[in-house]
C-alpha cells in the first residue's frame, strides 16, 4: 500500500451559491509533515451573464511542453476578475472543462497554503480555516459576478431573488426555484394519489 497516497476532499455551497472544495493531502511529506491544503471554487456557465461568463472563460496564454511530450495550456490569472476573489496567496490553480459534446463547461480554480509566509508560521491551518477563507472568497466572488444559484430540486441555475425555499415548509435544500417549487409539489400531489390507491 505504500505506492498509494491519500486525499482527503470536502465539497460545499456557499450562501452565495458558489460550489467549493476543500482538499487536504500530502500527510507527512509535505508542508513539514503537516500536508498541503488547498480550496477550489467552481463556477459553472450557466451560472453567469454571458458578459461574465467572457471574464472567467480566460484564453490560453501559454504553453507547457512537458517531459513526456504532452503540452499543458497555462493561463494569466493576474488582471482578471477572478483575482478580485482574494484567494489565499493568489490564485495557484485555473483548469478549463466541458462535456464532450460541448453543451455544458465549467471553471475550477483555487489556490494552495504552500508558501513562504505559510512555513513561517509553521502551516498551522485547519479544516475551518481554510473553509472560511474558501466562504470568503465565494463572498467576494458573487460580489463581482452575481451568480445564479441551483435549484436543489430541479438543479436548474436560477435568480436567487426568486428562491422561495425559506417559505416551503419542510424544505431542506439550500435554494429553490418557483419552477422546482412547482414539479415538486405536483410529485407531491402524485405520490398522495397513488398512496391512497394503493391503500383502497
Request: with cysteine.
Amino acid at each position: 500500500m505504500s505506492d498509494l497516497s491519500q486525499r482527503n476532499t470536502w465539497t460545499g455551497t456557499s450562501p452565495e451559491g458558489l460550489a467549493f472544495e476543500i482538499a487536504h493531502w500530502g500527510v507527512g511529506n509535505m508542508c513539514d509533515g503537516k500536508g498541503m491544503w488547498n480550496y477550489y471554487v467552481i463556477i459553472h456557465e450557466d451560472q453567469l451573464r454571458p458578459e461574465d461568463w467572457e471574464k472567467v472563460w480566460l484564453p490560453v496564454a501559454n504553453h507547457w511542453h512537458r517531459s513526456n511530450g504532452h503540452d499543458e495550456p497555462s493561463y494569466d490569472t493576474w488582471g482578471s476578475v477572478l483575482e478580485g476573489g482574494d484567494f489565499h496567496g493568489g490564485i495557484t490553480f485555473y483548469e478549463k472543462y466541458a462535456q464532450v459534446d460541448g453543451t455544458r463547461r465549467w471553471i475550477r480554480v483555487g489556490c494552495d497554503y504552500g508558501h513562504l509566509w505559510d512555513s513561517e508560521i509553521g502551516y498551522s491551518y485547519s479544516l475551518d480555516r481554510v473553509k472560511a477563507d474558501a466562504l470568503r472568497t465565494c463572498r467576494e466572488l458573487a460580489d463581482l459576478l452575481n451568480p445564479l444559484v441551483r435549484c436543489g430540486y430541479t438543479g436548474q441555475f436560477f435568480d436567487p431573488r426568486f428562491d422561495v425555499g425559506a417559505d416551503v415548509p419542510g424544505w431542506k435544500g439550500k435554494f429553490l426555484s418557483p419552477a422546482g417549487l412547482g414539479s415538486r409539489s405536483m410529485w407531491s400531489r402524485k405520490n398522495a394519489v397513488r398512496k391512497l390507491r394503493e391503500a383502497a
